[in-house]
């Protein structure tokens, strides 16, 4: 069974200050994709990244990275210089390949984020 | 209007009232999501409609009835609700059913059943 982990409940920094959140995942599957989702306090869960299980290469967006670690089946997010916008709950999520669960995207509890000012 | 739409954003309704929620996906995808989300609990998976066929139904009580007329809308009907049942419900598309596609979510529907 697929499983992921985000053992920060909640973290809150200051704005500028550098932040990562961190997720853990179990799959017995070679084939699988990592996901983060932002949720901000409208409700809306909005899609950040994707990432298939043969690429391990680093992402960069803006102020966003990723660190994805097979080895330690970790898929961590990164925000600097952060700002008061960012604060949000963040989602990690996995989904195995079809052949096996289909489109089931299973998700960690969250991490609350508050960037204060 | 662009994206995943739903309706109400807010809905507060007796235990023996019925109504319906509403999604509607504007992105040309074939499968669509109904979730729910509780304080203190991650996403919990209700259906899965692909094609507008149900595909998934993960021993989510009869008192809610989905309805996919086709592949752009997504219903789900309440009735009979219990205290309980008052969460968000987000509703959400993906080009396919398949693990490799991202969903995306509309706004939700924050229910409160009293």
């Known amino acids: 069974a697929q499983k992921v982990t985000q053992a920060q409940t909640e973290i809150s920094v200051v704005e500028k200050e550098d932040v990562t959140l961190d997720c853990v995942y179990e799959?017995?599957?070679?084939?699988?994709?990592l996901f983060w989702y932002k949720q901000p306090p409208s409700g809306e869960l909005v899609f950040l990244i994707r990432?298939?299980?043969?690429?391990?290469q680093n992402e960069i967006s803006g102020r966003y990275s990723w660190n994805f670690q097979k080895s330690t089946s970790s898929f961590n997010f990164t925000i600097t210089a952060s700002q008061v916008v960012d604060s949000a709950v963040y989602f990690c999520a996995l989904s195995e390949a079809w052949e096996t669960s289909g489109s089931r995207l299973t998700f960690g509890e969250g991490t609350q984020l508050t960037v204060n000012p | 209007e662009t994206g995943v739409t739903q309706t109400p954003r807010h809905l507060v309704m007796g235990m023996t009232n019925k109504k319906s929620l509403k999604c509607e996906q504007h992105?040309?995808?074939?499968?669509m999501y109904w979730y729910k989300q509780s304080a203190k609990k991650p996403l919990e998976l209700m259906f899965v409609y692909s094609l507008e066929e149900r595909v998934e139904n993960n021993s989510v009580p009869s008192r809610f009835s989905p309805e996919c007329p086709n592949s752009s809308h997504l219903f789900l009907h309440l009735h009979t609700l219990q205290p309980e049942d008052s969460a968000l419900y987000l509703c959400?598309?993906?080009?396919?059913?398949?693990?490799?596609?991202?969903?995306?979510f509309g706004p939700g529907t924050r229910l409160t059943v009293t």
């Open positions: 990432r298939n299980s043969f690429d391990e």
């Open positions: 959400a598309s993906s080009q396919d059913r398949r693990g490799a596609y991202e969903q995306y």
């Open positions: 799959t017995r599957d070679t084939t699988y994709y």
């Open positions: 992105l040309g995808h074939n499968a």
